[in-house]
């Protein structure tokens, strides 16, 4: 995603989000799947981009790390609507040009098309595809949980390296009355950046 895609998600944000429960939400249809973009700056060190497409009664939920085109494990019978050339940089250009040609509406956390697409996260997903930070865990994070979080979240990499080496693992939740923001959660467990 273009810096000045960027700029326009968090100038939108500012102007409509109210409150820290709310977002900005883009909707509109590429290729018959239905798209809704959802962008929140709660933690502005880490924003977060989750999209929701729809396509054929089938739903796919993911956090989105807004450098990354790649998207994982995407449903089948969506991904292949979406596909040009075996690529999905079509699809990320028209999602970027829809962003910045409209004007977003101003929706919460019990937006329902949102809260249904994550409650269909599949349980072993839940810790890395959910979209609010909730807690550093004592364990050790594995080489696969450090690649997703970095492919799919915000954070930098000297970041996600240090809350490795101090023997954590991030957990993440669906439940917006429990986010907390990088710095609070890097202060809480001492860790430096």
């Known amino acids: 995603m273009t810096e000045e895609t960027i700029k326009k998600l ?4 500012e102007r409509i989000a109210v409150g820290q429960d709310s977002f900005v939400k883009y909707s ?3 290729k018959g799947v239905n798209v809704r973009v959802y962008f929140d700056n709660f933690d502005n060190s880490m924003q977060t981009m989750m999209l929701v497409l729809t396509y054929g009664g089938v739903s796919f939920f993911t956090t989105r790390n807004m450098k990354n085109t790649y998207i994982e494990e995407i449903p089948k ?3 292949f609507r979406i596909l040009e050339n075996n690529s999905t940089a079509g699809f990320f250009k028209e999602l970027e040009k829809h962003i910045m040609s409209s004007t ?3 929706c919460n956390a019990d937006d329902g098309e949102l809260t249904a697409a994550m409650r269909n996260v599949p349980n072993e997903k839940r810790n890395v595809e959910l ?3 909730h807690y550093f865990r004592k364990q050790p994070m594995s080489d696969k949980t450090f690649h997703r979080l970095k492919a ?3 954070i930098d990499n000297d970041t996600l390296w240090a809350i490795k080496k101090r023997g954590f693992t991030i ?3 669906d439940d917006i009355s429990k986010r907390k923001t990088l710095a609070a959660l890097l202060k809480e467990n001492g860790i430096k950046k």
Do not use: A, E
Not at 10 to 13: E, F, M, Q
């Open 171 to 173: 957990v993440r939740t």
């Open 131 to 133: 979209p609010f930070l």
């Open 104 to 106: 977003p509406h101003q």
């Open 152 to 154: 799919i979240c915000n």
């Open 10 to 13: 968090v100038s939108d944000y």
């Open 77 to 79: 019978t969506i991904l």
């Open 28 to 30: 509109f249809t590429f």
